[in-house]
């Protein structure tokens, strides 16, 4: 029988404030998990990431003159070996410096015939990240708002509407998340594959 991994995903620094509870397929790989993430934290998905666990770095891109890395796209969860507690993590947009915290919490059996339920957001809370912005005016701008009540977050198509970043909706977040996951294979493994 399929097993179900479960983690716990936070941006750094912020971790009460945004995060994932994120159930996907053990026979995921682990870029399959960094896609789920940057579809689920709304990071605009078009910047290069990296994922580090116990020392280890992966990453798509390979630089001759950078750092040492191994493709997450040939590296499976279930062959991992990680245990509940075992910590990863991610680095997306190397110019913001985007950090998550991702927890291993445990396993599960899949229900059969759900396969392609996965991946799968089961809780969770506020927006996600916002596009082209520091991680540390993020962060500014939630403790304003926690301060003064009022909303703080640019809105996408008009920089004057501001929104909150309390803002969750979980069936929202996981509506088409199989397909946008898909999708971002696809774009970040082919063009890796076209630039080598």
């Known amino acids: 029988m399929a ?18 509870d994120i159930d996907i397929s053990a026979k995921s790989t682990l870029a399959q998990l960094a896609y789920t993430i940057m579809v689920v934290f709304n990071t605009g ?5 990296c994922l ?17 890395a191994s493709r997450p796209n040939r590296v499976h969860l279930e062959k991992m070996k990680l245990a509940p507690g075992d910590e990863l993590t991610m680095i997306y947009d190397y110019g913001c410096n985007w950090e998550f915290q991702i927890t291993f919490k445990g396993t599960r059996p899949m229900e059969p015939g759900k396969g392609n339920h996965y991946p ?8 996600g990240i916002i596009k082209d912005m520091f991680p540390g ?6 403790e304003k ?11 996408m198509f008009n920089k004057e509407h501001l929104l909150s970043y309390k803002y969750f909706d ?18 970040y493994e082919h063009a890796t594959n076209r630039r080598r």
Do not use: C
């Open 3 to 20: 097993e179900l991994y479960s983690f716990h995903v936070a941006v750094k620094e912020m971790e009460d404030k945004i995060w994932r």
């Open 137 to 142: 005016e993020l962060l500014e701008r939630i």
């Open 45 to 49: 998905r078009d910047h290069m990431f």
């Open 52 to 68: 580090y666990y116990k020392g280890k770095r992966y990453e798509l891109r390979f630089d001759p003159d950078g750092p040492k």
């Open 145 to 155: 708002e926690d301060q003064t009540g009022e909303p703080q977050l640019p809105s």
């Open 170 to 187: 979980l069936k929202d977040i996981n509506y088409g998340l199989t397909v946008d996951v898909r999708w971002l294979k696809d774009e």
């Open 120 to 127: 799968h957001v089961t809780a969770g809370t506020g927006r």
